[in-house]
Structures are given as C-alpha cells and as structure tokens.
C-alpha cells in the first residue's frame, strides 16, 4: 500500500513499524462549534485511511484528540482562546460547550459511517502531560519565558520548516508586524500561556496559573498513547506550516527523533469556489444538510468522488448529483441480488484487482468507485458479482445493501440542534438582507429573534448569539 508523506513529497510503500499494527495519529476537532462540512471531508479521509489499512489487514491504534481548551482565535498565540469565547458569548462554562459540541461530533461521524478512533482523548484530561513535556524542554534549553508565557525557541531547532519547505528567513524578512515583541522569532510559540486572574480555564503550573497551547497537546498525547515511534499522523492541510511545524519541534526537541513517519494531509472543502466563512454564510453542517433533505451518506458519497488531495468544492448541485448517483448505485446493485447467473472467476479477480490497486495507490478512492460501477453495470448480473460488490463497502462505508435508507440516519433532532439550526438560518438570511442593503429587514430579523430573547452580536468573525434566560 503506497501512501503520499508530505513530509518527502512522495508517494511511500506502507510498512508498519511494529508488526502487524499502523499507530495512527489524528488531530481532532475543536469542539468550540458545530463541526463544518470541510471539517467532517477532512475525517471522511481519516476514516478511508482506516478502512483501507484494515482492508490490507492491519490491526489499528488511531489516536485522536479532542480540544477543548488552547487553540486561540489566531494561530499566532494571540487572541482569545475559542472555547472561553464561545462560553463567554453564550454564558456557559466551557466544559459545558465542549461537552455539548464533543456530543454533537461524535453524532455526526456516526452518520457519516465513519469509524471511530480507538482512542478519543481529551486535551483538559492530560495537562500533567503537557506540563511534563515543556518543563523537559526547558530542561533541554529549547524555551524560554515571557511575561506572558513558556515559548519555544526555533532558533534552537535549524531543521523547522522541512515539512512545510518553509525558509525561516523568507519567514522572518516577510513577516507581518509582530504583536508579541517579547518573542525571539515571530515563529517561537506558545507551550503555556499565563492565565489572568479571570481566565476561565486555568491549572498551576511551574510557571504559575496558565493554560496549555494547542500544539503542545498532540505532541504530548501522541506520546503518551502511542509512544515514541508510530506510523502515520493526519490533519487537513491548513495545519502543514504552523501546527504540525511545530509539533515536530516540539517533539524532536524532546526525543532527539521525529515521532510520525508518514504525514498524510487532506485538501481543503471549498464552497462556491471559494473558502467558507461566518460572514459569507456559507458554512454548512450536516444538520443543515440533513434539514434541506440529504442524508448524511449523500455528503459521504460526494467526497468520495474526488481524490483526499485534492480541493473539492462544494455545491448543492454536487450534492443533488451525488444524492442521485447513490440511489441510482444501490437500486443498481440489487439487480444483481439472487440471480443464477454464473460469472467467471477471472472477470472477478480482475475486478478486484483492479479495485486493490486503486485503494493501495495512495487511496485512490475516485479511481475504486470507478471499478465498482463497472462491477455494477457489468452486463451478466450474479449472485457472486452481488457479494463482491458489497465486499467493498468495506472501503466506501455507503451502505450499498440499503436500498432507500434516506431516514434511516436521519436520527431524531434534539430541540436544541433544531433551534441552532433556525437561528443560523435567520442569521444567515439577515446577512444576505445586509448584503443588499435591505436593512429594514435585517432589523427586522433582530428584533423577531430578539422578543424571542435571542440576542444577536455582529463581530468581526461574523454574527454570534445567545438566548437569554
Ligand atoms: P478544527 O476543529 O478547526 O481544529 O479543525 C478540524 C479539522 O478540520 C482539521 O484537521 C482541519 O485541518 C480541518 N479543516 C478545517 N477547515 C477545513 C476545510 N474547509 N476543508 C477540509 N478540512 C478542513
Ligand atoms: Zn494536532
């Protein structure tokens, strides 16, 4: 099986380092929001990572994290963190969002058929670990304090940037101005930020009260359950040049050695072309999804059509046509369901030959679907063609023996989901009245939700709301 590191630019044979199993490293949500659809393309990959690892016959040990507390607003350590703002705007305590949001995750990759890791482990459940971890770093010179936190020196690491092919000079000389003047290099991070005395989340510390960065959580986890060699770490691209620059960093600083042999990155979802954003109204959840009449496995069919390394932009016409495609795929393939029809061994080895090649080429999934519609559409329907089909969905996780399960994932809303997904709505549609300067009725908008008590705040992020008690 031949998977694409980014760390070498090149497709690699996959062998794992330790017999039988792959240690799989994954970066999880951060459960400050409902995850997006570009969030969920980016664990659709991780899941047909696993499928085809197990189809190869590995046992897995996949490790993902969940963040609950450290990724700041920016990426560069200044900001709020997102989990005290969101708990700030909506008066609750961020163990309650973070539950909450955690809950609504693990929903939706359930109905996306994606398999879950064998450890899901939260960051607020191992800061000992990452305490340990920086003051070991300390001890080996490669930080040093500000007065507003524990940083790590890049200067002591000549190698940053290799996964990225980033120039620390090109960096530095390109840099924008820098906030944090105390900093050595406008690269050095965060490993513990001082906490004020009303930050919401914070430990004691060597350091004093404080809270953790993010990227010193997945360094110190990753060690911590799947030790100081494993196989293959996972992230979507967005985190190549910053958050798994400096996992290496850290990592490396600490073991003298990298941890992840392969880094295996998925490609951005676009939307109409371009990014998603609040203020664009065009960040979608599955529930919003799910509420315009898609089942979660129309989505999952939609990704599976384009290669994880490569953009995929979404639209709603997409989406229709995968929607079809699937159902038109699944009453296909009971054509085939307890006919007599006999079919030669070879037409079907070569079928599945050709269908291994595609997943063992770097997760060739586009190029599998292709061989299973040719299995589908072959003229003589079989029994034994039938079972091979379903064979393989194993790798799709489309539930190809459903014929019309369009309800059957739609699990029953909470009263909660319902509303959210109302209010973005109407957030959405206030949005678009501005747009067009309509502003009679984004007022209007307001003030409906308002004698609901639903109170809505424009920021620069977009607009946020919280239902008053
Ligand atoms: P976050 O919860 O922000 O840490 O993101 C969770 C995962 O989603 C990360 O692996 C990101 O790389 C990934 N991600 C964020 N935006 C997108 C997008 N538009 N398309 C695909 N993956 C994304
Ligand atoms: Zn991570």
């Not at 393309?41 to 993902?64: A, C, P, Q, V």
């Not at 989990?83 to 973070?98: D, G, H, S, V, Y």
């Not at 100081?228 to 003298?256: K, M, S, W």
């Not at 109170?455 to 709301?465: A, M």
Request: hydrophobic content about 35%.
């Amino acid at each position: 099986m031949k998977l694409y590191n980014t760390l070498t630019r090149s497709k690699e044979e996959f062998i794992p380092l330790d017999g039988n199993t792959a240690r799989i490293y994954s970066c999880g949500p951060t459960v400050y929001n409902y995850a997006h659809i570009g969030n969920l393309r980016t664990y659709i990959f991780m899941d047909i990572l696993r499928r085809s690892l197990k189809w190869n016959g590995y046992e897995l040990i996949n490790m993902m994290n969940i963040t609950d507390v450290g990724h700041l607003v920016s990426d560069s350590d200044d900001g709020e963190d997102k989990m005290a703002k969101t708990a700030r705007e909506q008066k609750k305590t961020p163990w309650e969002i973070a539950e909450y949001f955690t809950g609504v995750f693990l929903k939706d990759i359930e109905r996306l058929n994606i398999s879950r890791p064998e450890i899901i482990a939260k960051a607020t459940e191992h800061i000992p670990e990452m305490i340990q971890f920086i003051s070991r770093l300390e001890n080996k010179d490669f930080t040093y304090e500000t007065s507003d936190g524990i940083y790590y020196d890049i200067g002591k690491f000549p190698e940053y940037g290799r996964l990225s092919g980033i120039n620390l000079d090109d960096q530095l000389s390109g840099a924008r101005v820098e906030i944090n003047k105390e900093k050595r290099h406008p690269a050095d991070f965060a490993l513990w930020k001082k906490a004020p005395k009303e930050h919401i989340m914070q430990w004691d510390s060597p350091w004093g009260m404080g809270y953790p960065g993010w990227h010193i959580e997945c360094s110190a986890m990753g060690l911590k359950y799947l030790g100081e060699y494993f196989d293959i770490h996972t992230g979507g691209v967005d985190h190549i040049p910053i958050h798994h620059e400096n996992e290496i960093a850290q990592t490396v600083g600490l073991l003298g050695h990298p941890a992840a042999k392969f880094w295996v990155h998925g490609e951005f979802m676009l939307v109409n072309n371009g990014k998603m954003s609040k203020s664009l109204g065009n960040i979608y959840t599955i529930e919003q999804l799910v509420d315009r009449g898609y089942s979660p496995l129309d989505f999952r069919y939609f990704c599976l059509n384009a290669h994880y390394r490569s953009k995929l932009n979404f639209t709603f016409e997409g989406l229709d046509g995968a929607k079809k495609s699937l159902a038109n795929l699944r009453a296909e393939i009971t054509k085939h369901k307890n006919t007599e029809n006999d079919i030669s061994e070879d037409i079907i080895n070569s079928f599945l030959t050709e269908f291994n090649e595609a997943v063992n080429d770097d997760l060739n999934i586009p190029r599998a679907l292709g061989v299973l519609w040719n299995m589908v559409r072959y003229e003589v329907k079989s029994d034994l063609l039938y079972r091979k089909i379903l064979k393989t969905d194993k790798i799709f996780g489309l539930n190809l023996d459903a014929i019309d399960d369009f309800d059957e994932f739609d699990l029953p809303e909470t009263t909660d989901s319902k509303l959210a997904s109302e209010i973005e709505e109407q957030i959405k549609l206030r949005a678009e009245a501005k747009k067009t300067k309509n502003y009679a009725e984004a007022d209007r908008i307001r003030a409906e939700l308002a004698e609901r008590k639903i109170i809505l705040t424009d920021t620069p992020d977009g607009t946020t709301y919280k239902i008053e008690k």
